[in-house]
């Protein structure tokens, strides 16, 4: 049971990134895959969350409109397009299996009886 992020880098003010998390062991069909993200000096933030079988989307408030997430079921693959990135959004991110608040927030997966997997993190820098 894996995750494998990739597609981080350096990019300007403005710009776009794509980031992607292949998964393996288990299919992103059942079990809902998102993305998070740390910067320096702060805790773990969940950015998105897709559920499993409907693939519903998820979003943290600080990304609405200028990140998406989807995923290609044949290929058991996460992606995160990031456009319009800003300084702000400088931070390792990971993928990993997720859950959502009741107020959509997405969130880690934690406790006896989930399947608990993480990606190792791909580090995107915003920088003119």
């Known amino acids: 049971v894996q995750l494998q992020a990739s597609g981080g880098g350096l990019v300007q003010p403005g710009g776009s990134l794509r980031l992607s998390c292949v998964a393996s062991?288990?299919?992103?069909?059942?079990?809902?895959v998102g993305w998070f993200r740390q910067a320096p000096g702060k805790e773990r933030e969940g950015v998105s969350c897709?559920?499993?079988?409907?693939?519903?989307?998820y979003y943290a408030d600080f990304v609405k409109g200028r990140f998406a997430i989807s995923r290609d079921t044949a290929k058991n693959t996460i992606f995160l397009q990031m456009n319009g990135l800003e300084p702000e959004d400088t931070a390792v991110y990971y993928c990993?299996?997720?859950?959502?608040?009741?107020?959509?927030?997405?969130?880690?997966?934690?406790?006896?009886?989930?399947?608990?997997?993480w990606g190792q993190g791909t580090l995107v820098t915003v920088s003119s």
């Open positions: 990993g299996t997720c859950t959502y608040s009741s107020d959509g927030a997405p969130t880690a997966v934690a406790g006896d009886g989930y399947l608990v997997v």
């Open positions: 897709m559920s499993a079988s409907l693939g519903t989307q």
């Open positions: 062991g288990f299919s992103v069909e059942n079990f809902a």
